[in-house]
């Protein structure tokens, strides 16, 4: 090869190596695109949240080791709720796991729980994966503090709970606690005492918690168990900052995309309130009013948590019991505002729910069996949630069908103000097949009659009637 022909030889190879990158270029994948899942359309935030619009009605299940001590240490209560006694009632982290060492809930059923929930109409679940305790109630790789390694147990909850509630058709959620009272690096407390040899700032050993032992434990669940709802919890504590609640709702996300997730992943949650405040683009995908009901109507995604008693978790000296009655009444009241119940039990430590929860749980089924169209895959009117004190309104999505439900015992015509039914339609009172006469005018709305024979079927384990009527809301 001469020389000009090897120069030749070179430009050919070089323009076809280059050719090649370029090619290589255009074929290969690029590089996985990362989602900034705070900038979701509307339409995809929609239909994330569409099923659990539809719900309107979960469990909430306070449950781990706090169960055991059942709110008494050294035979002496400890006020408020359960689940905080390690903290209320000073109990050293060493004396605590004493109780984690104890915890051996065999007569746990988890397909027992999932029928009850079933049967109740609960349409979800949300259980403590970890409370504020930092006790795992599932077998973590990051930490012997669990079910599965610390205690007798040595089974795993979740997975036998979501496996059982998957087989129910009920949605699997799970409660995680921020705030960890047993993790050296999380704990304020431990840092203070400590300070002398641990010279790193708080704020920094929180850092190594959240990134070593946090992520790595939603991780866990996350994968292990699938589940559709994260619901953060103490997200109230200093060291937790507000680019990590922004930061902690993208990997939650970016490991499961269309999972929902509560707005106690930041910190924009107004007190007991639950709603978020919008000033400051908070991560979080409904508000959490806690022990309350918005006062109004809502167009916002809210769910109110409540107890049946008063304790989250099971303490044995809370028979503040309400009656069904009444949260049969909450959950009208709620579904009405357009929001959804979480309502809470707390399970002893056998894991054995208590009586008087199941008993709640069958009446409101009861109930929900009848009524249950006037609650699931409804939404909230649009000018009138409710008619003076006692009547609540609701309507079927996409259709022209609502519901007054009366919360008291009617007189023989009900007029209903702001509801103009279809001509002719039919209307009915559910559970009962006969319809019922009406008439409308502009001037007086929709009067209902009611026979005599039927007002005289009302009692006070009817809790509530639902009017279906074919119709418009003025
Ligand atoms: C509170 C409590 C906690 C309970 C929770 C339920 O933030 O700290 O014990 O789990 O509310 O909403």
């Known amino acids: 090869m001469n020389n000009i022909t090897k120069i030749i030889t070179l430009v050919v190879v070089i323009l076809c190596c280059s050719c090649k990158t370029n090619i290589k270029k255009e074929v290969l994948p690029s590089k996985k695109q990362t989602v900034d899942y705070s900038k979701e359309s509307n339409s995809d935030y929609n239909t ?10 979960g469990i909430f299940i306070h449950w781990g080791v706090y169960s055991v001590p059942a709110g008494f240490h050294n ?9 905080w006694i390690q903290k209320r009632g000073k109990i050293p982290v060493s004396e605590y796991e004493k109780y984690a060492k104890q915890f051996n809930p065999e007569a746990f059923n988890a397909d027992a729980w999932a029928k009850l929930m079933k049967d109740a109409g609960m349409k979800y679940v949300v259980i403590t994966s970890k409370h504020h305790d930092g006790f795992a109630m599932w077998d973590s790789k990051v930490s012997n503090y669990d079910i599965a390694d610390f205690s007798p147990y040595k089974k795993d909850i979740l997975k036998q709970l979501s496996t059982a509630c998957k087989k129910e058709g009920i949605k699997f959620g799970l409660y995680y606690s921020i705030l960890d009272w047993h993790h050296p690096k999380a704990r304020y407390e431990s840092y203070l005492k400590n300070r002398k040899e641990d010279k790193t700032p708080y704020k920094e050993n929180f850092k190594i918690y959240f990134e070593d032992y946090m992520k790595p434990q939603l991780k866990e669940i996350i994968t292990n168990y699938d589940p559709e709802i994260l619901w953060f919890d103490g997200e109230w504590i200093k060291e937790f900052t507000h680019e990590q609640g922004k930061e902690l709702y993208q990997y939650v996300r970016s490991l499961k995309p269309n999972i929902i997730v509560n707005n106690r992943v930041d910190k924009g949650r107004n007190g007991m309130r639950g709603m978020s405040k919008t000033d400051n683009d908070y991560a979080g995908d409904f508000g959490t009013p806690e022990q309350e009901i918005l006062e109004k109507a809502s167009a916002l995604d809210w769910e109110s948590c409540m107890t049946m008693n008063k304790s989250w978790g099971f303490k044995k000296s809370d028979h503040n019991w309400k009656s069904s009655k009444h949260l049969i009444h909450n959950l009208i009241d709620i579904v009405a505002k357009g929001g959804n119940y979480l309502l809470n039990v707390g399970p002893k430590e056998t894991g054995v729910i208590p009586q008087p929860s199941i008993e709640r749980l069958q009446e409101m089924g009861a109930w929900l069996k009848i009524n249950d169209e006037a609650i699931y895959g409804t939404e909230r009117l649009q000018n009138n949630y409710k008619q003076g004190d006692n009547i609540r309104l609701t309507k079927k999505k996409n259709k022209d069908i609502l519901y007054a439900i009366i919360l008291k015992k009617p007189t023989t015509t009900i007029v209903l103000k702001n509801i103009k039914p279809n001509t002719e339609s039919s209307l009915y009172l559910l559970g009962h097949s006969q319809s019922l006469t009406w008439n409308y005018t502009e001037e007086k709305g ?12 009302w009692s006070e384990t009817i809790y509530a009637w639902t009017f279906r009527i074919n119709g418009k809301e003025l």
């Open 446 to 457: 929709l009067e209902i009659h009611i026979p005599n024979d039927l007002l005289n079927r």
């Open 75 to 83: 035979e002496k209560e400890v006020k408020g709720v359960s689940e």
């Open 48 to 57: 994330r949240m569409e099923w659990w619009r539809n719900a309107r009605f």
